[in-house]
């Protein structure tokens, strides 16, 4: 009697690819959505130069849709990597669609939108308050909101645990796709092959166990670095200014 396990075997290694292609193309359209808020961040901060609030506003509402379209995109692209780890064949048919709405519904209960609150629209009303507000807080907010709002990122490491090196000085940056970790490839592809067959992501306290195959530069990971290294900028900038326009005594 023939083996039934190599056939599921089969299709699970077809999802699995399946799901790690719809994974990478959904990711790039969030990439291009958040290059598009780029453009009309800077866009905003030149009307708001030129008093063009009516303008402003407008563009504001148009950062929040991106935002919900991209949240939208964000929790597809997980449900997608969630079914293509958990999937196992059986006897009976798979509803990918049911399954993958389900894992929406529950992602989305997880983390409601909420555009007043997200990192990103924040920065764009902050830039656009900075053109005639610089160093002040926004109204209902503090000088601690200034600090956190600039220095939020959506990277969940700042440095590279094998290099030390900042992110965002960082020649070929990757990042794993299972833990999100973000590390200079040439030296995490080097630790994979040295600590085989069980190499533990070398962040302090992750528990992920590294696949080479599983570990890449994305489409969003360039862009959130360069927009890390624009608010680093920008910050010193907003520092230097704040000390030029003290008076000597």
């Not at 993958?100 to 902050?126: A, C, D, M, T, Y």
């Not at 067959?197 to 890449?216: F, I, N, T, W």
């Amino acid at each position: 009697m023939a083996s039934t396990s190599a056939p599921r075997t089969s299709a699970s290694d077809r999802i699995k690819t399946a799901t790690s292609t719809l994974y990478a193309d959904n990711q790039s359209l969030i990439a291009e959505i958040r290059k598009a808020m780029i453009m009309i961040k800077g866009v905003a901060v030149d009307l708001e130069r030129d008093n063009q609030s009516e303008m402003v506003r407008e563009l504001e509402s148009s950062v929040a849709e991106l935002l919900e379209s991209s949240d939208e995109c964000t929790h597809f692209s997980t449900a997608i990597h969630s079914l293509g780890d958990s999937y196992r064949p059986s006897d009976q048919l798979t509803d990918f669609k049911k399954v993958l709405e389900n894992e929406v519904i529950k992602l989305k209960g997880q983390s409601p939108w909420q555009p007043q609150s997200h990192p990103l629209f924040r920065q764009f009303r902050e830039a656009v308050w900075n053109v005639h507000h610089p160093g002040q807080p926004m109204p209902g907010e503090e000088q601690e909101d200034i600090i956190m709002t600039s220095t939020q990122t959506n990277l969940l490491n700042i440095t590279c645990p094998l290099t030390g090196k900042p992110v965002t000085e960082l020649q070929d940056p990757v990042r794993c796709m299972d833990c999100k970790h973000i590390y200079e490839k040439k030296a995490i592809m080097h630790y994979i092959k040295t600590k085989r067959p069980q190499p533990q992501c070398p962040v302090a306290g992750c528990p992920k166990v590294l696949q080479a195959e599983r570990v890449s530069c994305d489409p969003l990971l360039q862009i959130e670095i360069d927009e890390m290294r624009s608010r680093s900028e920008s910050g010193r900038t907003e520092m230097v200014e704040d000390c030029t326009g003290i008076d000597d005594d």
